[in-house]
């Protein structure tokens, strides 16, 4: 499972930055062809959905995806030959 943002749908309000327990989404820097600012990932492979969910098969936050007012926020599967970075905080 992979994090991604939909920079289509996304508008940068930044929710997604303030929700997110492990500070998974740092505010944009660069705008995009929008001129919006979209959030970047930092390693995103810390979330809980993203490290957890194929394991227990539910989702286990989601906080993001419910706040985001745009629906811009999803897990999509990874392509087998994607390499796995995990890193785990306690
Ligand atoms: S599901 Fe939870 S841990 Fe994962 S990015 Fe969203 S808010 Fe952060
Ligand atoms: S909450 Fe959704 S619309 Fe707002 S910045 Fe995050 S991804 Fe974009």
Known sequence: ???VIDEERCKGCNLCTMVCPYRIFRPGTRA????????????????????????????????CQLTCPDQAISWVDEKPYEPVRMEVEY
Request: charged share 30%; proline share 6%; aromatic share 2%.
């Open 32 to 63: 995009n062809r929008k001129g919006i600012l979209v959030p970047e990932l930092d390693r995103p492979e810390r979330c809980t959905n993203c490290r957890l969910n194929r394991l227990y098969g539910r989702t286990l936050c989601g906080i």
């Open 1 to 3: 499972m992979k994090l």
